[in-house]
């Protein structure tokens, strides 16, 4: 069993940034990701990392602008989100898969509650 704590999100102007955490509560080692997901469009896959190696991976659409990280003595994983865009605007969802890395929304079985990033013009 996985249990997922997001906290973070707001309203922020073109430019500005942001920090989410998620805390990741599990007995089992694991991939945690963001994935977030725009009004009207799919979820979309932002950044993942593992949590054993601390290896990352990131979508295209955010690399250089966004940070995935973790803390070990804190269970938390965090997003750093700068330079954000009004087309970064979406619910945020911290999720959780037992294993490897994966880029592939469906490979998550794990979700948070999720927590709207909004990004002004």
């Known amino acids: 069993q996985v249990q997922l704590v997001e906290s973070g999100g707001g309203l922020v102007q073109a430019g500005g940034s942001l920090r989410l955490s998620c805390g990741a509560f599990?007995?089992?080692?694991?991939?945690l990701s963001w994935i977030r997901q725009a009004p009207g469009k799919e979820r979309e896959f932002v950044a993942a990392?593992?949590?054993?190696?601390?290896?990352?991976s990131y979508a295209d659409s955010v690399k250089g602008r966004f940070t995935i990280s973790r803390d070990n003595a804190k269970n938390t994983v965090y997003l750093q989100m700068n330079n954000l865009k009004p087309e970064d605007t979406a619910v945020y969802y911290c999720?959780?898969?037992?294993?490897?890395?994966?880029?592939?929304?469906?490979?998550?079985?794990?979700w948070g509650q999720g927590t709207q990033v909004t990004v002004s013009s």
């Open positions: 990392i593992v949590w054993s190696s601390g290896g990352t």
């Open positions: 599990s007995r089992y080692p694991m991939t």
């Open positions: 999720a959780a898969r037992i294993g490897g890395a994966s880029t592939l929304v469906s490979g998550y079985d794990y």
